[in-house]
Each structure stands twice: as structure tokens, then as C-alpha cells.
């Protein structure tokens, strides 16, 4: 059906939320999903579009996922299945595959690989997220954020960038004093 039942934020991107119906008639048994899109465009990052289902069968949650790719197809564009765990603030949520964790120490440096990942490397920007920090404390010389009276890490905000394949992320996570530790999973 398609009426928007409400708005919220990941990260730094605000999102709208459809319910769609999945019934053929009235007479099936009810069963729905929420899809959930990005709600601004543009060409020079990713777009997002998540099915989330607990009412339904997979067979027709599916059905509507085969319809819009079809959809994508007709109109030149490419759908790529992108893990839910790369929009999560903990880059180390997957117990079998631990990410590659590369700290550099100069602003410059770190600008200069930020450019060449987005345009020499075939990446592209999958936007800002909020990121844990917590576990990379013990790389030397970073600084991160505190909350003052519980010394608890604040999650600070990581710009993404996510291979045209889909198989690659890296997510760029900068401290106080301007270094970044490059953090790059599946």
C-alpha cells in the first residue's frame, strides 16, 4: 500500500519506513513488511533499502525483493545485498571475520588515502555512521571522545565507503587530533 508510518535516523541519514502488504486477496492470511529507504538521494553515495518482515514468508518477502530488482534492472541501476552488519556501531559484530585495522598518524595522509579510496579505487560513499571506538582504545596516541563522569567512549561519527561489489567496507574513523584509523571489513 505504501503510507509512510514514520521517520528516524541511522546515523546521520534520515529514513522513511512504508508498511506494504502482502496479501493477494482479503481472504489470505495477513502478512506485511516494512521497508525501510534512505530519504534523500544522490548520485555521489549510496542509497539504502532495507526489508525488515516478522508477519510474513520468506517466499513472499521474496517475491517483492525479485519485483523490485527487476524494477532496478529496467532503469540501469545495480542492487547490491549489503550485510545488515555494516551499518552496525561495532565493527567487530562478526565473531568469524575480524576487520583489518589500519591506524594512520598524519591529518594529510589520512586525507589523501580518503581520496583516493573514494576516487581511484572503485568506492563509493555510503555516508556517515555512528561508531563504537571503544575497542580501538588501545591503539597508541588516539584520542577519543569520554563522557566526563562515567570515562565511557562516545561513539563518534565514521564516514563509510563500501566497494561497487558490495563486498568491501571501509570505514574511516577520525580522533581529536585528526588521525584515522582505517577499518576495513566484509
Same mark, same amino acid.
Given at each position: 500500500? #505504501?503510507?509512510?508510518? #514514520?521517520?528516524?535516523?541511522?546515523?546521520?541519514?534520515?529514513?522513511?519506513?512504508?508498511?506494504?502488504?502482502?496479501?493477494?486477496?482479503?481472504? %489470505?492470511?495477513?502478512?506485511?513488511? =516494512?521497508?525501510?529507504?534512505?530519504?534523500?538521494?544522490?548520485?555521489?553515495?549510496?542509497?539504502?533499502?532495507?526489508?525488515?518482515?516478522?508477519?510474513?514468508?520468506?517466499?513472499?518477502?521474496?517475491?517483492?525483493?525479485?519485483?523490485?530488482?527487476?524494477?532496478?534492472?529496467?532503469?540501469? *541501476?545495480? *542492487?547490491?545485498?549489503? +550485510?545488515?552488519?555494516?551499518?552496525?556501531?561495532?565493527?567487530?559484530?562478526? +565473531?568469524?571475520?575480524?576487520?583489518?585495522?589500519?591506524?594512520?598518524?598524519?591529518?594529510?595522509?589520512?586525507?589523501?588515502?580518503?581520496?583516493?579510496?573514494?576516487?581511484? *579505487?572503485?568506492?563509493?560513499?555510503?555516508? =556517515?555512521?555512528?561508531? %563504537? +571506538?571503544?575497542?580501538?582504545?588501545?591503539?597508541?596516541?588516539?584520542?577519543?571522545?569520554?563522557?566526563?563522569?562515567?570515562?565511557?567512549?562516545?561513539?563518534?561519527?565514521?564516514?563509510?565507503?563500501?566497494?561497487?561489489?558490495?563486498?568491501?567496507?571501509?570505514?574511516?574513523?577520525?580522533? =581529536?587530533?585528526?588521525?584515522?584509523?582505517?577499518?576495513i571489513f566484509q
Amino acid at each position: 500500500k #505504501g503510507p509512510t508510518i #514514520g521517520t528516524s535516523r541511522l546515523g546521520k541519514n534520515t529514513v522513511k519506513r512504508f508498511v506494504v502488504d502482502l496479501r493477494k486477496s482479503k481472504r %489470505d492470511n495477513y502478512a506485511w513488511m =516494512e521497508m525501510v529507504l534512505d530519504s534523500s538521494f544522490s548520485t555521489n553515495r549510496t542509497f539504502k533499502i532495507n526489508f525488515q518482515w516478522l508477519v510474513a514468508s520468506a517466499s513472499k518477502v521474496e517475491a517483492q525483493v525479485q519485483l523490485l530488482q527487476r524494477r532496478c534492472t529496467q532503469y540501469g *541501476l545495480k *542492487l547490491v545485498n549489503i +550485510p545488515h552488519a555494516s551499518i552496525s556501531a561495532d565493527v567487530f559484530v562478526n +565473531p568469524f571475520f575480524a576487520p583489518i585495522v589500519i591506524p594512520v598518524r598524519d591529518k594529510h595522509i589520512s586525507i589523501s588515502l580518503e581520496s583516493t579510496i573514494s576516487n581511484a *579505487l572503485d568506492f563509493v560513499s555510503d555516508g =556517515e555512521i555512528f561508531t %563504537d +571506538p571503544s575497542h580501538l582504545q588501545h591503539i597508541d596516541g588516539f584520542v577519543f571522545p569520554v563522557v566526563p563522569r562515567f570515562f565511557l567512549v562516545k561513539k563518534v561519527l565514521a564516514r563509510q565507503f563500501v566497494h561497487r561489489s558490495g563486498v568491501i567496507f571501509v570505514r574511516l574513523i577520525t580522533d =581529536e587530533k585528526g588521525w584515522t584509523i582505517f577499518v576495513i571489513f566484509q
